[in-house]
């Protein structure tokens, strides 16, 4: 049967919540190869995957591979393997939100996004959205972010703006978030 993308608009915060618990990701951050190298492999600005300057056209050879990324202290990306490491270039944010489910009002909200790999990820305290020169990301895992798209930005900003016209910020999960650049 062929991979289907979730369709946030069709599905409930509890239906998003049973797929996010169900994704099972590799264990990266505990493994630990000797052999490093270079994927040859880049993540271009608008969220496209390439490799030796081909893009990657197939989603599931980007959901496969976005499930290896990791992100080490020094902002450096890699995608990891019991048996290697291999260094990918990363443009701006390895994942794009693509997609906003709200639920709720106030510091009752919940927002949950579907980035460009189809995972899923609610904003909470562990997956914050934070403003970065003017543009806002969301949290992903592991130092992992993603930028959201200009659409999902309107949509978020309309909510705050609906809410908090002067603030200019969103409540998900209990967790507020200020939408306003950084002074």
Known sequence: MPYE????????????????????LPPVESWTPEQTGDSEMRV??????YHQGGEI??????????????????GKHWLVTPQQ??????????????ELQSEGDGKDRTLAFRLNSDDLVFADADHAIE????????HVRGGLWAKLARPVYYELANLAL???????????KGAQFSLMAPA
Request: hydrophobic residues 50%.
């Open 131 to 138: 403003m970065r020169d003017g543009l806002p990301y969301l």
């Open 162 to 172: 609906a809410e908090d016209p002067e603030g200019v910020s969103i409540w998900s």
């Open 85 to 98: 490491k291999l260094s990918i270039a990363v443009d701006d944010a390895p994942f794009i939100a693509v």
């Open 5 to 24: 993308a979730p369709d946030l608009a069709n599905l409930s915060l509890s239906d998003i919540a049973e797929l996010v618990a169900a994704r099972k």
């Open 57 to 74: 056209k197939r989603p599931a050879m980007v959901r496969a591979f976005s499930s290896l990324l990791s992100c080490d202290a020094d």
């Open 44 to 49: 271009a600005a608008d969220g496209k995957w």
